[in-house]
């Protein structure tokens, strides 16, 4: 992404989704690169008038959220890529806890909606249906043939849910220090792997 101040001069966009998209884009650089987002302050950098922001936006929170809904779309398809792979399910669950946790911290986008003051919002919205739904997606496109291993799709359901709540726990306290890298697989590994482990067994039957 280009920096908020990089003195670009594109045209005005001509088009509701060009608009849109350059609005949310250059509110990404803002956030990442350490400022508050603002209507006023997106409409200077974008190059657009703030009626056009209001046009499209409510408010500077609900730019912010576009923002993070964009940094998902695009971390969503980074991580079913990452695990396409792998081959097991402990690995999988694993794995994918661990870089969703070092995405979720890295990435300002997201850090913004897990503040003092929008924590409760969307950490509420962590394990909704919709949620679920877009776990699902990715489990069903990693490496592992879950039909082939036992697993039913409500059980693949539960899974996601268990690894939507262990996301959840680590947003809410992510300990101190946080765990990073190697540490926190080893953690993932030591406490989470064999609860996947027991499910699997399970969907596989005696």
Not at 68 to 81: C, G, M, Q
Not at 90 to 119: K, S, Y
Not at 131 to 159: C, P
Request: hydrophobic share 40%.
């Amino acid at each position: 992404m280009s920096g908020p101040d990089s003195g670009r001069q594109d045209p005005a966009p001509c088009v509701d989704t060009e608009a849109i998209d350059r609005i949310i884009e250059v509110a990404g650089d803002l956030i990442e690169g350490g400022e508050s987002v603002s209507v006023r302050r997106v409409a200077q950098c974008s190059g657009v008038t703030r009626e056009t922001v209001y046009r499209y936006f409510s408010s500077a929170d609900s730019i912010v959220l576009a923002a993070a809904e964009s940094a998902a779309s695009e971390f969503l398809v980074e991580l079913s890529t990452a695990l396409r792979e792998i081959a097991g399910p402990v690995d999988t669950v694993v794995e994918g806890i661990a870089i969703t946790i070092e995405q979720l911290r890295a990435d300002q986008r997201f850090a913004l909606l897990f503040n003092a003051t929008g924590r409760s919002r969307y950490l509420d919205e962590v394990t909704s249906p919709e949620a679920i739904a877009v776990g699902r997606s990715i489990l069903d496109e990693v490496g592992v043939d879950w039909r082939d291993r036992g697993w039913t799709d409500a059980e693949l359901d539960e899974l996601v849910e268990f690894m939507l709540r262990t996301l959840q726990s680590f947003i809410v306290d992510p300990g101190e220090p946080p765990r990073t890298g190697a540490g926190l697989r080893c953690y993932l590994r030591r406490w989470v792997a064999p609860a996947v482990a027991v499910g699997a067994d399970a969907a596989n039957g005696p």
